[in-house]
């Protein structure tokens, strides 16, 4: 049972984090429900989420790979190195300003929709409808490509609302 937990907890985590990040903000009180979201979001579905996936292209590069429907090719340990990399800045962000979390949320959303463009692209051209390549981590990388942007610019308008300077 515990085993089968965990395996559940490991194969949804990006479907967990971003649940997590959504119920954690609505439930703690805080002035603005964007912010809230915003830095959660950042910590869990960014963050701890893209520590997992940096893990898995380096330390288990065929499992991954497989997941996606791809080869194991030299280039997962430097996505992976890119995933750990992102990962860590997110969390960082959790703690730091607004224009930390800003540089964070232009790098993800980038990050976004490399990956976005590329899993459609090899949906369509290769016929990979592989669940970690066409399937609900797809959803979620969309859902967090729209989602980080139009969270930080609502922040920046509350912190321009309250006076606080543009730029820290």
């Known amino acids: 049972m515990i085993a089968g937990a965990i395996h559940f907890t490991l194969a ?3 479907l967990i984090a971003i649940a997590a990040a959504f119920l954690i903000a609505a439930l703690r009180p805080q002035p603005n429900f964007s912010v809230a979201l915003l830095n959660w979001l950042l910590l869990l579905a960014v963050g701890v989420e893209s520590l997992w996936a940096g893990m898995f292209h380096t330390l288990f590069p065929r499992i991954a790979a497989a997941s996606i429907g791809w080869q194991v090719s030299p280039f997962q340990f430097e996505i992976g190195v890119a995933d750990a990399a992102l990962g860590v800045v997110a969390i960082v962000s959790f703690w730091r300003s607004l224009d930390f979390k800003g540089a964070v949320v232009g790098y993800a ?7 976005t463009i590329g899993h459609v692209h090899e949906a369509v051209v290769a016929g ?6 066409f399937g609900p981590l797809l959803a979620v990388t969309v859902l967090r490509m729209m989602l980080l942007p139009l ?3 609502a922040a920046r308008r509350q912190a321009a609302a309250a006076g606080q300077p543009a730029f820290q």
């Open 109 to 115: 959303t980038l990050f976004y929709l490399g990956v």
């Open 128 to 133: 990979n409808f592989a669940a970690n390549n």
């Open 151 to 153: 969270l930080y610019l």
């Open 12 to 14: 949804h985590l990006p």
